[in-house]
T-cell receptor, first 109, second 115 residues
Framework: RKEVEQDPGPFNVPEGATVAFNCTYS??????FFWYRQDCRKEPKLLMS???SGNEDGRFTAQLNRASQYISLLIRDSKLSDSATYLC??????????FGAGTRLFVKA | DAGVIQSPRHEVTEMGQEVTLRCKPI?????LFWYRQTMMRGLELLIY????????DSGMPEDRFSAKMPNASFSTLKIQPSEPRDSAVYFC?????????????FGPGTRLTVL
């Protein structure tokens, strides 16, 4: 079993749609959680950190469920520019940061 | 402010040749990471430096791979001899967190093709 698992997609949604991604992690001692975004042929960039109480940044909402060991990302009112691969990232302590394989999102006009 | 700088951006070489990838982290960042990304295996951590010292190199695939960080502003990843299966995008990332647990800032990557 992979330490961090994501649905690879792709998710194909129309502009304006709401889309949600889930991610599960295996190490119950994991300490910090992030979502990164990677555009085609570009480097990963931090989208947002994920806090235990859940957090929102504009159209993006991230949630953490420690009991079930999963993280979610909700994107509301999708834009064409949201098309990218979204990487779930889990830190299990110190420098041990594990990147999921990513979920591909295509937003269509 | 300049982000993480990597060179070269693209490298095409023949099997058996030595390849050296270079990275300049963001000034003031204590932690430096080298990753490899392929379609099949995703993003894999190769080695992690903290304050210029290699802390964990368990992700380095073989003895053909070596990494150095002679000072706080420069690191290299060397492959000698290179093989076709080394073809991938190699990313360098740095973090201001001395534990390396916080946000990582990635360079643009080096796209390596070994023929």
């Amino acid at each position: 079993r992979k330490e961090v698992e994501q649905d690879p997609g792709p998710f194909n949604v129309p502009e304006g749609a709401t889309v949600a991604f889930n991610c599960t992690y295996s190490n119950s001692a994991s300490q910090s959680f992030f979502w990164y975004r990677q555009d085609c042929r570009k480097e990963p960039k931090l989208l947002m950190s994920v806090y235990s109480s859940g957090n929102e940044d504009g159209r993006f909402t991230a949630q953490l469920n420690r009991a079930s060991q999963y993280i979610s990302l909700l994107i509301r009112d999708s834009k064409l520019s949201d098309s990218a691969t979204y990487l779930c990232v889990v830190n299990t302590g110190g420098f041990k940061t594990i990147f999921g394989a990513g979920t591909r999102l295509f937003v269509k006009a | 402010d300049a982000g993480v700088i990597q060179s070269p951006r693209h490298e095409v070489t023949e099997m058996g040749q030595e390849v050296t990838l270079r990275c300049k982290p963001i000034s003031g960042h204590n932690s430096l990471f080298w990753y490899r990304q392929t379609m099949m295996r995703g993003l894999e951590l190769l080695i992690y430096f903290n304050n210029n010292v290699p802390i964990d190199d368990s992700g380095m695939p073989e003895d053909r791979f070596s990494a150095k960080m002679p000072n706080a502003s420069f690191s290299t990843l060397k492959i000698q001899p290179s093989e076709p299966r080394d073809s991938a995008v190699y990313f360098c990332a740095s973090s201001p967190d001395p534990q390396g647990a916080d946000t990582q800032y990635f360079g643009p990557g080096t796209r390596l093709t070994v023929l």
